[in-house]
């Protein structure tokens, strides 16, 4: 079954949900029901308060309605027409305001009629019956505060049963994986919405984590040529005027008027940032391509609404970069960027990545004539080189076409990571140029490349991937020691003294307390460390250590040099199990 015709299965069951809920509560005013990704939902409003015991009632209804085999009946009525037969329905009277056209759709089925504009399944006995109610929410109409709150019922819908059980499934998994829950217990990061809504405030170990992705992309980054700069984060709104950033996403800028009159914002984004860099002074031809990246603190406004975990947040760090080449190296830089990006996702254990291009959308900047030739190049880079691929119609920047990576985790579920745009219309723009092997300025081309994204994002999607259970070399503690009780703590104290010799940098702690070996090994599992050292009399005379897994694997009686060797290997290959 095709997007679109599940798409349209569950648009239609949402208007069938409509009339089963107005079947039973008439007095109930019924606003909108789109569908969206796993189901569909409806607002209404309506004195009773619903609850999940209302659910069953609403579902069986739903299935009389289906089981009739009524016809989805698509009218078209003159607005007045709309009016009247809506009088007594508000938010429908709103929406037929809103609507310029002269006449509007209407779908009636049996004796539930809804304005709306379809698709819809021809028969509700068409329709599955591998639904499911989920849950209830406020929502506020058109999601404007200053307007009524509506009661709005989740539900969720496949194609099968079997697709439905499926995902109920990966979402209990996922609850189990949610880094809202993982990243405190481990003593990573909170939040604080009444202070800092959106806005991550990270404990030492989180930072720990944080800082090992960083340098693992700073060493990734120089092996690959690239140079790393830092511009500021707050500069004069006119470079993000000149770009176009301000007229496409203003509302999602962060700006204040200074005292001598001029606005300034706190960057969005690094691009006007690397445009000054290029241009302070003159380039030659001989300098290009160069490979410019910042791991750059930016702010956007996101509706608290939309706010998740680290997942969406105002206030973020990219690992972003853009390179400046010729037209002659821009087919060679696009695919150094492509083999770059896989080649990292790879060392984190995704190997199942989408590709997709993304075209040219409605509002954009730049001629016909440099989209066509952008997306070209673009189109055979990937066709050229083996890559499969899809099409994602209308969903380019602004300002250029560009490539969207798509991660598979764990639990199957995707995850929109990194780009690759190309873009000549903003060097045009900031008047960027070089000077080429003739003499002359010649404009050059630039690449906006990202792999992890917001560092803050990928955080989240590897603590979920893994289920807090990180590669060793990423970790935030590594090493646990135990000792089994007080006795042998002088031991454990020779252990840790000849570890921090050895291997300075490796992140062990240690757990003294009172309480019982056991219950320490408990603790230290929950958070998910990945090895303990125990000691205890026998190892003390045998001058050794038992080493214990987060997993229960134990192996006893080790010396602690082949201890090292293999947690060095590991940390060294970036190994992704333990």
Known sequence: MSNNELSTIRHSLAHVMAAAVK??????KIAIGPDIDNGFYYDFDLEHRFNEDDFEKIEKEMKKIIKSDGRFAKENWSKDQAREFF???PYKLELIDGIEDETVGIYKLRDFVDLCKGPHVESSKQL????????IAGAYWRG???????QRIYALAFETDEALEKYLVQREEAEKRDHRKIGPAMELFHFEPDFAPGAVFWHPKGWSMYRSLINYMREKQDAAGYKEVETPRVMDRALWETSGHWEKFGEHNYSGQTEDGKIFCIKPMNCPGHMLVFNKGIRSYKDLPLRMAEFGKVNRYEPSGALHGLMRVREFTQDDAHIFCTLDQMEQESLHCIN???DVYKDFGFENILIKLSTRPE???GSDEVWDKS???LHDILKNNGYNYQINEGEGAFYGPKLEFVLTDAIGRHWQMGTVQLDMSLPERFDLNYIGEDGNKHRPVMLHRAILGSIERFMGIMIEHYAGKLPVWLAPTQVMLIPISDKYEAYAEKVLAELKEKMPELRIEKDYSSEK???RIREAQLKKIPYMIIVGEKEEEENKVSIRTRDNDQTNGIELDDFIKEITDKIKTKSLTI
């Open 128 to 135: 599955p019956k591998s639904f499911k109610l989920d849950k």
């Open 144 to 150: 404007d505060s200053s307007k009524p709150m509506l």
């Open 23 to 28: 079947s039973i509560w008439p007095d109930a």
């Open 517 to 519: 070996m056991q219950y």
């Open 340 to 342: 770059f990006i896989l």
């Open 87 to 89: 009088k007594d329905e």
């Open 363 to 365: 509002k954009r900047i």
């Open 375 to 377: 997306e070209k190049i």
